[in-house]
């Protein structure tokens, strides 16, 4: 059964950083692009960046290019969003997610759809 564990939330002040972490079990982790996504109160699931089995490919949504950085070592099951120069906009519960890896190819969008094992999230909170 495939299993996301998503770390590393919190709160922090406006310019900070954090660093998720997505760790997978159960199914072939390094078969797989993993997708970041969040959600904000009363908004919907947006994509946020996207990064493609190998970790040879990143792909980026508009509001976060610059400030977060995909990465990711397949021999720990794992998935690194490094968020820089956080803004109070970027507070949502984040979601990371297996799936394809279409979205990896910049310009693509991140789709919830291509999809199909997600995480449980992780709160992040940007405020002074």
């Known amino acids: 059964q495939s299993h996301l564990v998503e770390s590393g939330g919190g709160l922090v002040q406006p310019g900070g950083s954090l660093r998720l972490s997505c760790v997978g079990s159960g199914f072939t982790y390094d078969g797989f692009g993993i997708g970041w996504f969040r959600q904000a109160p009363g908004k919907e699931r947006e994509g946020v960046a996207c990064?493609?089995?190998?970790?040879?490919?990143?792909n980026y949504a508009d509001s976060v290019k610059g400030r977060f950085t995909l990465s990711r070592d397949n021999a720990k099951n794992t998935v690194y969003l490094q968020m820089d120069g956080l803004k109070p906009e970027d507070t949502a519960i984040y979601f990371c997610?297996?799936?394809?890896?279409?979205?990896?190819?910049?310009?693509?969008?991140?789709?919830?759809?291509?999809?199909?094992?997600w995480g449980q999230g992780t709160q992040v909170t940007v405020s002074s």
């Open positions: 997610a297996a799936g394809t890896n279409y979205c990896a190819t910049p310009g693509r969008p991140i789709e919830r759809e291509r999809f199909g094992a």
């Open positions: 990064i493609s089995a190998s970790g040879d490919r990143t």
